[in-house]
């Protein structure tokens, strides 16, 4: 009798993200997600500082970033760690769920010879993410730069496959389909595979109180068909029951938008969720006044806008979308202060950009939507008092945040109050438990979770909580 396929985790063990997950049958075997550990590396430093390039992937891997596994890190980053001996892969082919860093982030360290498979969404959020961020060690996903960097060096691109829903990527014995769901970032996938003895389906990150709950819908009636042996669900919000929507998010802000007339406000959010984007935006619309975005943030909305406008995403034309355009280098907004591609948007749509001295004079005309990381324009804008929308939609600190404490005495020194308003891009317990219901897999496994064990109350199912790097035969 042949040989069982197997399963084993390198990440997204007791912690939200950081998924790794091998799928071997007859010798071969496949990765679902290679994301960056923000739990691991919070452990040993900041979310500003990054482990030593001069040891290539030694640090990363002595310090528990990175799993130590044969033949798939870049040559360049294995021989500054004195590793240089070629090997085999391990693994061939990486399907990535979608484009959160705690999925995808630490592709940034694969050979570029290994096949990635992603979604087109993903692909053009990812491109335009490097694009903002330049050559960065950790972000370097479509391509990189060999280390030590050499000044004039050349980008050695990756071999990217991009899928659509119903997509069927053969990697010897081993199908993979890929289903859409909805989760907080445009271009979210789940995943059937099929090995020459089981169906395994893989959750991704996925929600049903979303505005597009018909995606996980199509997914879990999929999945559910498939009668599968095992499904590996993600389950971030297991101990939760609370059901906030997006609507709730618009009606909340709307509520208080419209009785802070006078006033400024400030809304914060990854600007990366486009569903939270189109909820500021119509809070904007439907209180007489304009969203103001980011240069970057005009870009990764023109950029998913391209190919039909799959996303309904306003134009940058719109009257209710305005630029902000910050005081840089010379302080008087000098040409020459600004990259070309920022310049480019600014004339692009001269009637619609706009300075902190335009906010001073109009605070009741607009939502201020720079992100926390911009919250030093309030110098310039100068308020007295004000509204702080702060709306997150992703469990832990994306990179750049400020830290609560900091982020209470800018909003105390300018007079904002703060609202919290929140729709989690993760399921509630209670609809996973519906999900789960619905599947009816032989076996589950619990991911993307600290309480992986509480899978065990809700549903009188088989479940099993996997142990990091153990193979478990399925
Ligand atoms: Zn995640
Ligand atoms: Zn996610």
Redesign the pocket.
């Known amino acids: 009798m042949a040989a069982s396929s197997k399963v084993s985790f390198f990440g997204g063990v007791d912690e939200i993200?950081g998924n790794k997950i091998i799928i071997e049958d007859k010798g071969t075997r496949i990765v679902l997600d290679f994301g960056k550990s923000f739990k691991a590396r919070s452990k040993f430093y900041d979310w500003n500082e990054t482990p030593r390039v001069a040891n290539g992937i030694g640090d990363f891997i002595a310090m528990g970033l990175l799993p130590d596994l044969g033949g798939i890190y870049r040559e360049d980053m294995l021989a500054l760690a004195g590793r240089s001996k070629r090997e085999d892969p391990l693994a061939v082919a990486f399907f990535l769920s979608?484009a959160?860093a705690?999925?995808l982030d630490y592709v940034s360290f694969l050979r570029e010879d290994l096949e990635l498979y992603m979604g087109e969404t993903t692909k053009r959020i990812v491109e335009s993410l490097e694009y903002e961020r330049g050559t960065r060690l950790e972000f370097e996903i479509t391509g990189y730069k060999r280390r030590p960097l050499e000044k004039g060096s050349s980008r050695i691109p990756r071999k990217i496959n991009t899928f659509v829903t119903g997509s069927k990527i053969q990697i010897d014995s081993i199908e993979v389909e890929p289903i859409h769901v909805d989760?907080?970032?445009p271009g979210?996938y789940g995943f059937v595979v099929r090995t020459s003895k089981n169906t395994i389906v893989y959750s991704?990150?996925l929600r049903i109180h979303g505005n597009n709950p018909s995606l996980t819908r199509d997914f879990i009636e999929r999945a559910a068909a498939e009668k599968p042996d095992v499904m590996i669900c993600e389950g971030t919000r297991i101990d939760e029951t609370s059901l906030t929507k997006e609507k709730d998010v618009f009606d909340v802000s709307k509520y208080f938008v419209e009785r802070s007339k006078r006033h400024l406000v400030y809304a914060d959010y990854s600007y990366k969720d486009i569903d939270r984007f189109t909820t500021f935006y119509n809070v904007a619309k439907s209180t007489g006044r304009a969203l103001l975005i980011h240069a970057k943030v005009a870009r990764y909305l023109k950029s998913l806008s391209s190919g039909g406008n799959p996303l309904k995403l306003p134009s940058l034309g719109d009257e209710n979308i305005l630029i902000y355009k910050p005081r840089e280098k010379s302080g008087v907004y000098h040409d020459h202060d600004y990259s070309k591609e920022d310049r480019e948007i600014y004339e692009g749509n001269q009637n619609q950009v706009w300075t902190a001295e335009n906010v001073k004079r109009n605070p009741s005309k607009v939502i201020i939507a720079l992100g926390s990381y911009q919250i030093d324009q309030l110098v310039d804008i100068s308020p007295t008092e004000g509204l702080y929308l702060h709306s997150s939609s992703?469990p832990f600190n994306e990179e750049g945040e400020l830290s609560e404490e900091k982020m209470k005495n800018w909003l105390d020194r300018f007079g904002l109050q703060r609202i919290h308003l929140h729709c989690s891009?993760?399921a509630s317990g209670r609809d996973l438990n519906d999900i789960v219901s619905s599947i009816q897999p032989r076996l589950l496994i619990p991911i993307h979770t600290e309480h992986g064990g509480l899978f065990k109350l809700l549903h009188g199912l088989k479940v099993k909580v996997p142990e990091l790097t153990k193979e478990m035969e399925i």
């Open positions: 993200g979608h959160h705690d999925h989760h907080s970032i979210c991704g990150d992703e891009g993760h």
